[in-house]
T-cell receptor, first 111, second 116 residues
């Protein structure tokens, strides 16, 4: 099956710093989402981004589908950004969309 | 428009007991997924429903696990004869029509299971 790797696995940032998280996938996909899992376990949708670039406030994401990677940028980080960031790739097989999650990046933002 | 709702949020059960989780997807979402997540890991796919039809089951879903989605609305996930290895968070997600951002999946808050 498709492999989804994220890097770095762990990241500690000082509040106010910027960071880039990466998601590599091993095969062609139809779409990609980024999620933030907060300390209570809730997976929050950040971006649906099969290709191109999107921005939402301090966050932005870029997917280069032909090169099989996506990047999530966090600028001016805040302590509330702490948690685990997952990318999830979707691909159609057997008539429906299968969604596979990456390994995650655990982010800790310290004051 | 409410989000995906899961119940119960937390369940502690003794080994060997049966447990059932319920998921209410976002209204009019005809696609529903169940995932399992253990500490330090990403969510792993368990099963998928399109309306009331269960179209895919992961090999992670042993014979002790069963899922239903009667009438294509809410779904239940039952675990029989629970084992300590079943301790995990069980996540439900739904998505609307296929195509474009209709492929976006939305997760509930999860149901934490602890088997003692």
């Amino acid at each position: 099956g498709i492999q989804v790797e994220q890097s770095p696995p762990d990241l500690i940032l000082q509040e106010g710093a910027n960071s880039t998280l990466r998601c590599n996938f091993s095969d062609s996909v139809n779409n990609l989402q980024w999620f933030h899992q907060n300390p209570w376990g809730q997976l929050i949708n950040l971006f649906y981004i099969p290709s191109g670039t999107k921005q939402n406030g301090r966050l932005s994401a870029t997917t280069v589908a032909t090169e099989r990677y996506s990047l999530l940028y966090i600028s001016s980080s805040q302590t509330t950004d702490s948690g685990v960031y997952f990318c999830a790739v979707g691909f159609f097989s057997g008539g429906y969309q299968k969604v596979t999650f990456g390994t995650g990046t655990k982010l800790q933002v310290i004051p | 428009d409410t989000g995906v709702s899961q119940d119960p949020r937390h369940k502690i059960t003794k080994r060997g007991q049966n447990v059932t989780f319920r998921c209410d997807p976002i209204s009019e979402h005809n696609r529903l997924y169940w995932y399992r997540q253990t500490l330090g890991q990403g969510p792993e796919f368990l099963t998928y429903f399109q309306n009331e039809a269960q179209l895919e089951k992961s090999r992670l879903l042993s014979d002790r696990f069963s899922a239903e989605r009667p009438k294509g609305s809410f779904s239940t996930l039952e675990i029989q004869r629970t084992e300590q290895g079943d301790s995990a968070m069980y996540l439900c997600a739904s998505s609307p029509r296929p195509g474009g951002e209709g492929n976006t999946i939305y997760f509930g808050e999860g149901s934490w299971l602890t088997v003692v």
